[in-house]
């Protein structure tokens, strides 16, 4: 076994064979990202709160509720035995590797890893994406027409799931290019990796803590890369709760059903330990109480409902050497569902969707509904969709055909037409990558009746183009009027009965707080209200903007990464913006620091693969202190990108 590391700290990984190269990555993680990994151990056995205090209790609640490490549990159980025994290579390179972690923040936390079990790996994929769904939407869809009574006022605006791009150029030779928006953590939620053995030889964006690469690859004759398909694929359902003679029973569509219940033990750090009631009904586990009904909820997610997860795709991703063996391999996954992009040597383009998603009622996809109505059952799985490519694609979130019957929340349009201009333009992928044209409410603008400064200010965005630059003080004062005008239709009366409070717990307050939704909306939501409405409120917050000295955008727009521990972080002043093709998303209203953002930006080249660029937000290594702990990030935040090595 051998590692060979590039002048970015990156690990090129050979082995003799695929189990022994699944231990090598792991053990690499554990040296590289080894806090980060027992941090994403500890979320998903819903144990973080023993370790870093009350402000963890949320989520372990959720997790414990959810069942995130009984359903890796489960899900491990029924791979295929090539897959099992491959994953549990990884698992044993990971405690190889833990054993001697010496990252600052198990001092600082005075803690120590814990091992690994065989099911791990799927416990840490489960956290990523628990909350990656559409399920906290129909969440806010409930507070929202417990207030308004109508939901139509926001429209499908979403601050959870969209960002991401992914275009592709048929050849030959084929290109496919993208850069993947999540939550910017540090460190970073991809490491980039490359993996060989005698079976194949493949560069791609592993998640740490899972083995393989699931969702960006290059195995030299083959690439493939995906984004957030925006499908829903996650039901909420309200049960009716029965307690007697010490057990529990639901109201199910033929009568009352017994569900499963047991208490668990929560142990937090500097607070008292705390019991947490699991329950769960045949649609699946109880996670939340709506507090204005006292109707419990329930979560139904494929991978429960099928105990799988789409596993048992990664190891044949690995032997790709075309497009259909890519094809082949996902249909076996489950969730989340993704739009996939792939493209081999001889110039072939696929677009596909991966993943399950149940047929059910139109309801289903809106709010939490009825566990007794037999109408919002699941009946079978909606069919995959896969076409080839000819010329160009491109996926961003948006509402495309292959997609559009599977979900509601879609990305607006504008980044899937820019991106598709500037590629019939000839534009090079970087220069794609870092577009910061965005959308402008210049109609709400040029409604405003203002006078002085404030007219001023008006005229001169009116004449600005939209470019979201770092040095650009028109965005600047786009973003101060545009917060201004957010704060003040929060305020309005007409929706000031939002105000109330949410009827869910705190961990969803990001997708229930009505601040942070008029922000993420606004289009929407000035639409919705009219002009008649929305012109006077423009007007105050043009008046207010020009009260406040003009700064470049870049002075407001800086990087605020989410670390399990505070520490020194690095920053960056960042271009671009939540609509923008570089969707560095804040939330107007609340903070225009940045928090979500591309997580990598990669161009697979299949006619060379040494010609291949990648880049992510801070660097190969997750130790503090580290050369390569941050290494990356001027150049990310410049819009560059660095090479794949094959030497």
């Known amino acids: 076994m051998k590692v060979r590391r590039d002048d970015w700290g990156i690990p090129y990984l050979w082995a003799d064979d695929a189990d022994r190269l699944a231990f090598l990555q792991g053990r690499v993680t554990a040296t590289d990202r080894a806090w980060q990994i027992e941090v994403e151990r500890l979320r998903a056995e819903g144990r973080l709160a023993a370790v870093l205090g009350p402000a963890e209790l949320p989520w372990d609640r959720f997790a414990r509720r959810a069942r995130l490490d009984d359903t890796a549990r489960r899900c491990f159980a029924r791979l295929t035995p090539e897959t099992r025994r491959w994953v549990s290579a990884y698992v044993d390179g990971v405690n190889a590797g833990l054993v001697a972690a010496d990252a600052p923040e198990f001092a600082a936390a005075g803690h120590r890893p814990g091992r690994w079990r065989p099911w791990t790996p799927l416990g840490v994929f489960l956290v990523q994406h628990a909350l990656f769904g559409a399920f906290p939407h129909k969440l806010w869809r409930a507070d929202l027409a417990a207030a308004l009574g109508d939901t139509a006022l926001f429209g499908p605006a979403d601050p959870g799931g969209a960002g991401s791009n992914a275009w592709a150029l048929a050849g ?232 559009a019957d599977l979900g509601v929340d879609f990305a607006p349009p504008h980044r899937a037409r820019r991106i598709r201009e500037l590629v019939d333009a000839g534009t090079a992928a970087a220069a794609i990558h870092t577009d910061v044209r965005g959308p402008v409410l210049r109609d709400l603008l040029a409604a405003a009746s203002v006078s002085g400064s404030a007219a001023a200010l008006r005229d001169r965005l009116l004449g600005w183009d939209g470019a979201m630059g770092v040095a650009s003080v028109e965005a600047g004062d786009y973003a101060a009027w545009r917060s201004a005008l957010v704060r003040r239709l929060h305020a309005h009366p007409v929706l000031r009965p939002l105000h109330a409070p949410s009827a869910y717990d705190r961990l969803f307050a990001p997708w229930t707080d009505p601040l942070g939704r008029i922000g993420v909306a606004l289009a929407s939501v000035v639409a919705g209200l009219g002009p008649a409405l929305c012109a006077p409120v423009a007007a105050a917050a043009l008046a207010e903007a020009a009260a406040e000295p003009s700064r470049p955008w870049g002075e407001r727009h800086v990087l605020a990464p989410i670390q399990a521990l505070p520490g020194g972080v690095p920053t960056a002043a960042l271009a671009g913006d939540t609509d923008c093709v570089l969707a560095t998303t804040s939330v107007p209203g609340v903070s225009d620091a940045c928090w979500r953002g591309p997580v990598a930006r990669y161009v697979w080249d299949l006619g060379d693969r040494a010609a291949s660029r990648w880049i992510v937000p801070f660097g190969a290594s997750g130790r503090p202190g580290d050369p390569h702990y941050a290494d990356q990030l001027p150049l990310w935040a410049a819009g560059e990108l660095i090479p794949v090595s094959m030497r």
């Open 172 to 403: 030959p030779p084929a290109t496919i290019a993208g850069d993947p928006h999540r939550l910017l953590e540090l460190p970073g939620v991809y490491q980039q990796v490359g993996l060989a053995c005698p079976e194949f030889d493949v560069v791609g964006l592993a998640f740490p803590g899972v083995p393989g690469v699931p969702h960006f690859g290059h195995a030299g004759g083959v690439a493939w890369g995906i984004t957030n398909a925006m499908a829903d694929y996650q039901d909420l359902y309200r049960e009716r709760v029965r307690r007697a003679h010490g057990g529990v029973s639901v109201r199910g569509p033929a009568g009352w059903q017994p569900a499963t219940v047991h208490i668990e033990h929560l142990m937090v750090r500097d607070g008292a330990p705390e019991l947490v009631e699991v329950i769960e009904t045949p649609r699946g586990p109880v996670i939340d109480t709506d507090r204005r009904t006292g109707e419990a909820l329930s979560l139904r997610t494929p991978s429960r409902a099928r105990a799988a997860l789409g596993f048992d795709a990664l190891l044949p991703l690995l032997r790709a050497r075309r497009t259909a063996d890519v094809v082949a391999a996902l249909r076996v996954w489950v969730e989340p569902v993704n739009s996939v992009l792939v493209a081999d040597s001889t110039g072939d383009v696929r677009s596909l969707v991966a993943g399950l998603v149940p047929v059910r009622s139109a309801r289903c996809l809106r709010e939490p509904v009825p566990a007794w109505d037999p109408a919002h059952a699941w009946h079978g799985w909606a069919p995959a969709a896969e076409s080839a490519v000819d010329g160009v694609a491109v996926h961003a979130n948006d509402r495309r055909a292959e997609v």
